[in-house]
């Protein structure tokens, strides 16, 4: 049995509407922890006074220089001694989750146990950084409940200017879209760069995401500074039964208006069965007995709503990999950027690949490490440096499947340029 409760009208007032409360699991908590009790006394404060009372500070385990995220009030009284003294301390664990985000119920209840021995008994699936938080735990218990997590096989995340948790989607265990192992793929990079999660060295924080399609379920595009998301090469794969099955159920106005009409780069089109083209980068589908579904896979930009849309009748490729795109954040010094795509495809199945997408990670990581400016994210050293200069640091050489629109953006080609401008100036010489 916890202390006696503060008063909390204002948060009393969020557990009125229609939804479950974080209000209502706090006060559950607070029936046996004095740390939640107080919690909620500070809470209600910020509240009333419309500020914050967290200030950070040094916490940390054994041998490593991040993964705790220390929180310490402020809200003290004259004598200089912390107004909700139970919750003077409330720091937060960051857990890498398994990839994918697998796990047994009996893990999820051995974390509970742990958090509520040593911890507020507060926990969040997951953070905006993908890390299990272990939210509330004293200066004093960080070590040892970190120690019992560890012992169930959980590592600290990353905190800081470090290489920071990494997340993957669901993946092919249970999404028939996935292009790729996404959680092996996900685990090989980590363990790679498991000393620069612990030890913060780098101008500022690195985020790897895998997205298993261009669906992107990770967001990596827009949250990662390395984005590693499925796609294919070849053509879209069809099957005539569901293809058929879709249009039974919806009719014509449906296929036309929610599928062919909102293909980006219209590479769908309805046709009589006997006009479908033959060429190789055509998928054609029957959808009755007299039409079909003509896809030109050489303008399929692989957004990916076609196949959502007709799930099963349409599918990705056989010919899977990833595309990986460097440089996505949100708003700091510059606003929000999207990742830009460095390898437009590469395989990822053998060990072989493997170690080609770490040699990749390894020399972005240096790049960044060598010539970031402090609080910098790579997407904003790539702006501010050049986009030529960081392909060149890679080693890699610019191609068209590089730019957004290559069809509406003019570009111009300089390979051959120096001998152009000497052939100009030999004819002028020689006219002069
Ligand atoms: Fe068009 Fe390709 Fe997107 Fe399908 S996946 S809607 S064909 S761009």
Redesign the pocket.
Known sequence: MAKQPHPTPMLDTLESGPWPSFVTGLKRLAEDKDMVVDLLGQLETSYRTRKGYWKGGTVGVIGYGGGVIPRFTELKDEHGQPMYKDAAEFHTLRVMPPAGMHYTTELLRKFCDVWERHGSGLIALHGQSGDIMLQGCTTENVQKAFDEINEMGFDLGGAGPAVRTSMSCVGAARCEQSCFDEARAHRAVINTFLDDIHRPSLPYKFKFKFSGCPNDCMNSIQRSDMAIIGTWRDN?RTDEALVRKYFAAHGMNDLVND?VA????K??QVKDADQVRTEPSISAVRFNDTQALE?DNR?????????NVITGG?APGADKGVTVLVGGKRTLKIGDLMGTVVVPFMKLDTDEDLGKLIELAQKVIDFFAENALEHERTGEMIERIGLATFLEALEIDADAAMVACPRTNPYVRLDGWDDEVARIAAKKQQNA
């Open positions: 879209i599928v909102r293909c980006p780069t590479a769908i896809i303008d399929c930009v692989r957004c990916m709503h076609c196949i349409l």
